[in-house]
């Protein structure tokens, strides 16, 4: 089964797209050939990856100014993207961590990370369902969680409750929404190799969480790849309410 050409032609929104895995995300996208809206909080950062989208062969690209913590500006962003074509996927990837003890979290920073991780995944999920089921359309929300939702870690408390609240958002979306032929699963990357945490996991520290992970290696953006075509296709047409983990066996690795 060929499951990047299943995603030919579907118009895809990702959420946190200005860099990281949101990035990733949308170029896998748009070298099979989808429609891809990408979305952040500061739409010009966009317009390079909307050009590099297009090159990569996508059927189309645009950009929007998207605050997913802002309900307007998610409503705002959903109708935008859905001017070009009706949506059919929507990866909900934005979110920030807290990197502080819990006891030096205050308020703001509690703030900021529910509202972009909890309450972000739900506007626009609840905004993109409302649309498909007002047109009787199907379509298919893929939450990106994180290992951190089934383990924790220290100085991500906050992170790691809202990445647990995601998971237990997607199986609730997903028991209301299966009547009207709406998925809802998520993705839970273990540690990845990008350019942001290299230094550290070239340091002493690093390299010793390394060794904990089963595999003994850093996943690689690419080892997400299918796992997502999976979940944002219709290759996965009787799964919903699921969470597939890919962290090399992390959450089953011993204490």
Known sequence: ??????????HVLVTGASSGLGRHFAQLCARHGALVTVGARRRDRLEALVEKLLELGAEGAQAVELDVSDVASVQRAV????????LDVVVNNAGIADNRPALDIDEALYDAVVDTNV??????STEAARAWRAAGRPGAVVNIASVLAHRVAGAVSIY???KAAVVQMTAAHAL?????GIRVNALAPGYISTEINEEFFQSEPGLALIKRIPM???????DLDAPFLLLATDASR???????TVDGGHTVSGL
């Open 1 to 10: 089964m060929d499951l990047g050409a299943m995603l030919k032609g579907r």
């Open 119 to 124: 309450k972000g995944v739900w506007a626009v």
């Open 238 to 244: 009787w799964m919903t309410g699921t969470c597939v």
């Open 176 to 180: 209301e929404w299966a009547r009207y």
């Open 79 to 86: 109708a935008g993207a859905s001017m070009a074509s009706p």
């Open 216 to 222: 003994r290696r850093l996943g690689q953006l690419e």
């Open 160 to 162: 790691a409750a809202t």
